[in-house]
């Protein structure tokens, strides 16, 4: 332990680039600090410096501070500029996300909490497989309850620090009657008896452990000798408890944040928190800043007369010397289309004047906004990449859409048709996609050709093949629907009868909604087509471009995962009523649903360095469907005085036609075939071929199934055949032998 006075005076370099506010925060190395200030000014910078400082000046190492950021890449890039600040690498950090350094504690002592130290963590698709095992135990109907908005009810218990035991009568009351908590319950044990935590018990297990260990807790107590926190007004409850409970020996804890950038609170992060800090830690040091270095004066001013409509805040001011620059541009255009158009040539003319890709970044609200910008990159020729999440046709309805395309277009396609075969679920379980595949070998046949044969025949169960049937026949008429069928009218067909809307339309989880509103996107983007075989083309070409060009890049990203990122020049499409803010935000929470949105719309202002483009546009086109589109409440709210209003009339009421839009795509002449075919002639060779008429009437045969049988019927690829045991079958002749060979 170190406790001698401070081995490097306080005058180091490093404090003189500081204001005043700023060098007092990190200069407050013990006590509780709490520094509450706006966007840009400089409170991730303070943590840095304050923990370059505590290990210059010998008051801690590396082992004994805990450092907690937001994400992984903050994490990273925190331990380079601490690198670059020192001179040197350090090792031994405790630096990471929540997430990360709750792992690494559990760990060590897994065993406290019946775990082992190899425990897995799991995703969320493991987690929602979990859950589907446990549902038919539990009495719940998995219309209204499907797995993942069980999953969704859990996870938010977890982000509160409420373990089973902990919800009261009164919180489940509402949720089926308390069968949500009993499969809580259950879950728990199934991850104790698998090894495994989810994200949310990484902290959860941290909590008990440290609450039943005494000893254990105030050897963590004594060894962090300091503790630093990013980004702290999107802390949830765990997060907060975990905190207090670690920061029990020495009280040295230092939290940035701001209020007015909390955007979690539909993720159980609350900015109580806050408030709350002063309480717990009596006699804390509370330090505002107040200037800004990250953005011009008209953005800062925007941005600050913006936040200015929310009531529920702390209140602050905000001020920069740096140019007042450019005004903030809002910009009126016809539709998505136009405006990506817009967007696309504003970023080669910025390319042309010098500006780094690097430091241009779309921010959108809902994922699905980014398919148009996608596709105009990929036009432009402007690499880009996406943050925080896959891209549009990389996402799980997206995918599972167009697999079912591939299926109407392409019977043959094995990957797709395997893809959706039981999605939504039809009961057709692996052990009949087994049968399927060994049909299909075993008639050099495609998935599709073996499922439409092997329906005739009593190889499946009558459900199974009920189901099997409709969907194979469904697929034949969806086929037949043909030319007269515009693409976008098809596609809304199949995902409708198919029951895959309607799954998602079931699914009460809080992202199902944003799944439905990707699904209507790939409507509309298929409209743009003219026909099918192009469109999948352009998909499967858009998902080969994904493979890495790690070089300069504009980045694409949701307005929630920007924060604590800056960027030159920060384009923010789609300020319109609905979208931003967006309806479920006001429907589901009313003023303060309606204050969180605007939080993130400061955040999105305060990303900007040098400029901040709004748009909005007259049309957007959800599911097909033009809708008139209103400016968004934000506009309206944003200072005059900081604000330049573009109109530009020849591209406002410009309309386009849909043709025009789908001429654009180079890819049009490339063939479709050849990406999508799965099985190349002759390439089976080695597989014997089974068809019926190698097989005749009186010949005594093998089947795995049913036994031994005289065959009294061929046709194709069936038989029809008299089982010693089973009676008169109808089965493929694939999946018999001759019994002489049956061994
Ligand atoms: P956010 O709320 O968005 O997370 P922040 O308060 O964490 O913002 P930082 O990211 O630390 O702000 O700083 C914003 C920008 O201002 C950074 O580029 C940082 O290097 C710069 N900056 C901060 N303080 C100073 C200073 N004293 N002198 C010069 N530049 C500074
Ligand atoms: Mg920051």
């Keep these: 332990m170190n406790d001698s006075p401070a081995a490097m005076p306080d005058t180091a370099d490093y404090l003189t680039e500081l204001n005043d506010g700023q060098r007092q925060a990190v200069l407050a190395t013990e006590g509780p600090v709490l520094v509450l200030a706006g966007a840009g000014t400089g409170k991730t910078r303070v943590l840095t410096t304050r923990l370059a400082h505590i290990l210059t000046t010998g008051r801690a190492g590396p082992g004994q501070i805990l450092a907690v950021t937001f994400t992984n890449k903050a994490a990273r890039e925190m331990k380079d500029r601490i690198a670059m600040l020192l001179g040197r690498p350090v090792e031994g950090w405790w630096l990471g996300t929540f997430h990360a350094l709750a792992a690494r504690l559990l760990r060590r002592h897994a065993e406290l909490v019946g775990l082992k130290p190899n425990f897995t963590i799991l995703d969320t698709d493991d987690q929602i497989r979990l859950v589907k095992q446990l549902l038919p135990g539990s009495r719940l109907d998995d219309k209204k309850w499907p797995a993942r908005a069980v999953l969704g009810a859990i996870e938010r218990w977890k982000d509160r620090a409420l373990t089973p035991d902990r919800v009261t009568p009164a919180e489940q009351a509402h949720l089926a009657d308390g069968a949500i908590l009993r499969l809580y319950h259950a879950y728990q044990d199934r991850l104790l008896t698998v090894n495994a935590c989810d994200f949310g018990d990484l902290l959860l297990h941290n909590l008990t452990l440290l609450g039943a260990n005494a000893e254990v807790a105030a ?208 009961g057709i379980g692996d052990t009949t996609v087994r049968v399927l595949h060994q049909a299909a070998r075993g008639q050099r046949a495609s998935l599709f050709e073996a499922a439409r044969r092997i329906v005739e025949t009593d190889e499946l169960g009558s459900a199974v093949r009920r189901s099997l049937a409709s969907l194979t026949r469904d697929f034949v008429r969806w086929q037949g629907l043909g030319a007269d069928t515009g693409n976008a009218e098809l596609v809304g067909i199949v995902l409708d009868e198919s029951g895959y809307t309607g799954m998602w339309q079931a699914d009460k989880s809080p992202d199902a909604p944003g799944r439905l509103e990707n699904l209507k996107e790939l409507v509309a983007a298929i409209a743009e087509f003219p026909d099918l075989g192009g469109f999948l083309e352009h998909v499967s070409l858009v998902l080969e471009v994904t493979e890495g060009d790690p070089g300069d890049m504009a980045t694409l990203m949701t307005l929630h995962s920007a924060k604590g990122l800056e960027f030159d020049v920060v384009f923010l499409p789609g300020w319109e009523e609905g979208l931003f803010p967006h309806k479920r935000a006001l429907d589901e929470s009313g003023v303060s649903g309606l204050e969180e949105e605007r939080r993130l719309a400061y955040v999105g202002l305060t990303r900007a360095r040098r400029r901040a483009d709004v748009s909005f546009v007259a049309n957007r086109r959800l599911y097909n469907q033009w809708q008139v589109a209103m400016p968004s409440r934000f506009i309206d709210e944003l200072p005059p005085a900081h604000v330049e209003v573009e109109k530009n009339p020849s591209q406002f009421g410009r309309t386009q036609g849909l043709a025009e839009g789908a001429a654009v795509w180079p890819i049009q002449a490339r063939s479709v075939a050849g990406g999508l075919r799965r099985r190349a002639p002759g390439d089976t060779g080695a597989i014997a071929v089974a068809e019926a008429q190698d097989y005749a009437v009186g010949a005594r045969v093998f089947h795995v199934k049913f036994g031994y049988g005289l065959v009294t019927a061929a046709e194709g690829s069936k038989l029809d055949i008299d089982f010693d045991k089973a009676g008169t079958k109808k089965v493929m002749a694939s999946f018999v032998q001759p019994a002489d060979r049956a061994g």
Excluded at 356 to 365: C, D, F, K, M, T
Aim: proline share 2%; net charge neutral.
């Design 219 to 426: 050897s963590y107590q004594r060894q962090f000798r300091y503790i630093l926190v990013d980004e702290y007004q999107d802390a949830n409850v765990a997060q907060y408890l975990w905190l207090r409970l670690l920061a029990q020996g020495h009280r040295n804890l230092c939290c940035v944040g701001d209020d007015d950038q909390s955007i979690y609170g539909w993720r159980g992060a609350e900015v109580g928190n806050i408030l709350r800090f002063e309480n717990d830690f009596p006699g804390a040091q509370v330090i505002r800043l107040e200037r800004n270095y990250r953005s011009t004066g008209h953005i800062l001013g925007a941005a600050s007369g913006l936040i200015a409509h929310n009531r529920g805040r702390l209140g602050k001011t905000l001020w920069t010397e740096d140019e007042e620059g450019d005004k903030v541009k809002v910009r009126a255009l016809w539709d998505g289309q136009e405006e990506a158009r817009a967007i696309g040539e504003e970023i080669e003319a910025l390319q042309r004047h010098g500006q780094r890709l690097g430091g241009i970044a779309i921010l959108v609200r809902a994922g699905f906004q980014m398919r148009e910008f996608e596709e105009r990159f990929l036009t432009l020729g402007v690499p880009y990449r996406v943050v925080g999440g896959p891209r549009f046709y990389e996402r799980q309805e997206i995918r599972d859409a167009v697999a079912y395309l591939r299926v109407v277009h392409q019977p043959d396609d094995d990957l797709a048709f395997e893809r959706i075969i039981n999605t939504p679920r039809r």
